[in-house]
């Protein structure tokens, strides 16, 4: 989080703009809250160019969740389409087979996720009622940076993409999109709150057993109010939403990722103990798996880490090794002083 974000918060904590009341005490339905809801959604609307057409949800239950709301509300019946780059996407096959008939467009599986399949590629099935692509793997490192043109391929089904660990990193081309989810939690604020942004013509489906909570068209009707909305969870997106675009917007914050990444890789390669093992052109901006050489060193580059305050860089246990998770953020200094704890542990291991 930014510090600015988590200073404003503890600041407006009890007393929000001399309100007499904390956001978490308002009423969802108060004058108070519907001016934060609605300039948060403006902010995250314009932050991302999102057009007239698509509506946003502020909802709950995570990416995991969406991995079975979106099959309830958009498979109409129909096979929806895969595309396996990593664990999060796999996660989302295997929930979306309980609603739907799923087909695997491509996978990387086999070779351990170490790149995003060309979509020129894919083995797309005949009619599918859309298909699903993880934008950036969060555990494997692995990232689409250019998302595919499902027409260009013959095929007129929607793409769904959960883009949960790179949201508001990069701008988004919504004309080949159509449906796009995230938690909160990596790119944005406390966990809780989920974005979607679906485009207008794909509400309304939704299969008969989908919760009502669940249901798109009727979160959109009810401006995303059907339930009781994770309120704090949107004030505080609402922060950083403002926090973005005085630093200038998604277009910086890609500019910055852009650097901050190639600082971070260009060291990782050069070095005779680090490696990325991910296909260059399909690095993750956000999330940099790496691995030391030598893995009994592991323990003492953790415990060195943390007493620089450089945390939370242990892998993921399903892959191991080490991860730099360097999201928005996360300022330039902050991989500078990653880069030079690795070189220092490195000249003395
Ligand atoms: C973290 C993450 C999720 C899961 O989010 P939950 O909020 O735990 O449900 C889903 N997809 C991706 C790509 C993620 O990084």
Aim: charged share 20%; glycine share 8%.
């Amino acid at each position: 989080m930014p510090l600015e974000v988590l200073q404003q918060a503890a600041a407006e904590m009890s007393n929000w703009q001399d309100s007499g009341m904390g956001v978490m005490e308002m009423s969802h339905r108060g004058r108070e809250f519907i001016s934060i809801y609605e300039q948060t959604e403006a902010d995250l609307r314009e932050l991302l160019a999102v057009p007239a057409n698509f509506e946003t949800l502020f909802m709950q239950g995570g990416g995991i969740a969406e991995n079975a709301i979106v099959p309830l509300n958009l498979c109409r019946g129909a096979t929806v389409d895969f595309v396996v780059s990593g664990s999060w996407s796999q996660k989302s096959l295997k929930e979306a087979a309980r609603y739907a008939t799923t087909h695997v467009a491509a996978s990387t599986e086999a070779e351990g996720h170490l790149h995003f399949p060309a979509a020129a590629g894919w083995n797309l099935s005949s009619k599918p009622a859309y298909v699903h692509v993880c934008t950036n793997e969060t555990i494997h490192g692995v990232e689409c940076h250019t998302l595919p043109d499902l027409k260009a391929l013959g095929c007129e089904a929607p793409l769904v993409i959960d883009f949960s660990s790179h949201v508001l990193s990069r701008p988004v081309d919504w004309s080949r999109v159509g449906l796009a989810f995230g938690g909160a939690q990596k790119n944005i604020g406390p966990a809780g709150v989920t974005l979607v942004v679906v485009r207008e013509d794909l509400l309304g489906h939704a299969l008969s057993v989908c919760p009502s909570a669940f249901d798109y068209a009727l979160v959109a009707k009810n401006d995303s109010m059907y339930n009781t909305p994770p309120t704090y969870g949107i004030y505080m997106a609402g922060l950083t939403f403002q926090w973005l675009k005085r630093q200038g917007g998604v277009a910086e914050m890609e500019r910055r990722n852009i650097a901050k990444a190639q600082l971070l890789y260009d060291f990782l390669d050069q070095s005779a103990l680090y490696e990325n093992r991910v296909a260059k052109a399909d690095r993750s901006r956000m999330n940099v798996p790496f691995f030391l050489r030598d893995e009994s060193l592991n323990d003492a580059f953790l415990a060195g880490a943390k007493a620089r305050g450089l945390l939370q860089l242990k892998g993921h246990k399903s892959v191991g090794g080490m991860r730099a998770s360097i999201y928005n953020a996360i300022p330039l200094a902050g991989v500078q002083a990653l880069v030079d704890y690795l070189r220092e542990f490195e000249q003395k291991a």
